[in-house]
């Protein structure tokens, strides 16, 4: 390849005092690529992903966004901090993270929620920022929830919202944390609809997920991950059809 990966990790460590959750991952994932990250509980999934955005701090490695490695100054042997707060946010703006429970402002309709970022952070034109908020909300179908307060709509709509806001800054790439983890099962498949339809269009995407078929489904490369580490990684076709490991042969007959 000869462009800069899209986000790139390079033996990352994260420990909280004596319990080391991530034991030097490493990760890649190009332009274009959706990368779904698979395993047990406790595995680290969600650690990782929260580091590639700086909301958890790592203890050693590298991270970089589209070529730029957020600049870190060592505390001790196992601690690190950003050196530059206002790199941290640039950086930070180019990415796009849908969490586990939707993270809505409760207090705010849908279409205020979904242009917040837009107008008080990136300095958007208020009349641009709303047209493009309703563009991306009748994207997710929710073209006529625009004035609903989140409180009235059920969970699936509330996290197609979620991603609403994230497309409205346009992101370089979409970090997903279990997004349909929250929901009612009936629920689930709307926001799978959603984020395959993102896949579609070739948007870069990390992708932590239990939902194994629709990994097998969207991804163009499958890691998985156990006890912090990268125990097997590939093309969905071999994590899932022709898997190496025992531990990943036992995971995936554990939640088919």
């Known amino acids: 390849m000869t462009q800069d990966p899209a986000i790139e990790i390079r033996d990352l460590h994260k420990s909280y005092g004596a319990i080391e959750v991530l034991k030097g991952?490493?990760?890649?994932?190009?332009?274009?690529?959706?990368?779904?990250?698979?395993?047990?509980?406790g595995s680290g999934k969600s650690t990782m992903?929260?580091?590639?955005?700086?909301?958890?701090?790592p203890s050693s490695g590298r991270i970089a966004i589209q070529g730029e490695a957020y600049e870190m100054r060592q505390l001790g042997t196992n601690?690190?901090?950003?050196?530059?707060?206002?790199?941290?946010?640039?950086?930070?703006?180019?990415l796009g993270m849908v969490f586990q429970n939707f993270n809505l402002w409760p207090h705010r309709t849908v279409l205020q929620?979904?242009?917040?970022?837009?107008?008080?952070?990136l300095g958007v034109p208020k009349e641009q920022a709303v047209a493009r908020g309703r563009d991306v909300l009748a994207r997710v179908g929710l073209a006529e929830k625009e004035d609903v307060y989140p409180a009235f709509m059920s969970g699936g709509q509330q996290q197609r919202a979620a991603i609403a806001r994230v497309l409205a800054v346009d992101p370089l790439a979409m970090l997903f944390d279990e997004p349909t983890s929250?929901?009612?099962?009936?629920?689930?498949?709307?926001?799978?609809?959603?984020?395959?339809?993102?896949?579609?269009?070739k948007r870069t995407m990390v992708l932590v997920t239990h939902e194994m078929a629709f990994a097998r489904?969207?991804?163009?490369?499958?890691?998985?991950?156990?006890?912090?580490?990268?125990?097997?990684e590939g093309p969905p076709e071999q994590i899932f059809g022709d898997p190496q490991s025992p531990n990943l042969q036992q995971f995936i007959r554990s939640v088919a």
């Open 25 to 41: 991952v490493s990760m890649t994932a190009y332009p274009g690529d959706v990368v779904a990250v698979i395993g047990g509980s």
């Open 49 to 57: 992903l929260r580091c590639i955005n700086m909301l958890e701090k």
């Open 79 to 94: 601690a690190m901090e950003p050196a530059s707060p206002k790199q941290v946010q640039r950086i930070r703006s180019q």
């Open 113 to 121: 929620n979904v242009i917040e970022v837009p107008i008080h952070v």
């Open 182 to 201: 929250a929901l009612d099962p009936e629920l689930v498949g709307e926001v799978l609809s959603v984020i395959r339809d993102l896949a579609a269009e």
């Open 217 to 232: 489904d969207v991804a163009s490369h499958v890691i998985y991950l156990r006890d912090g580490r990268i125990e097997e």
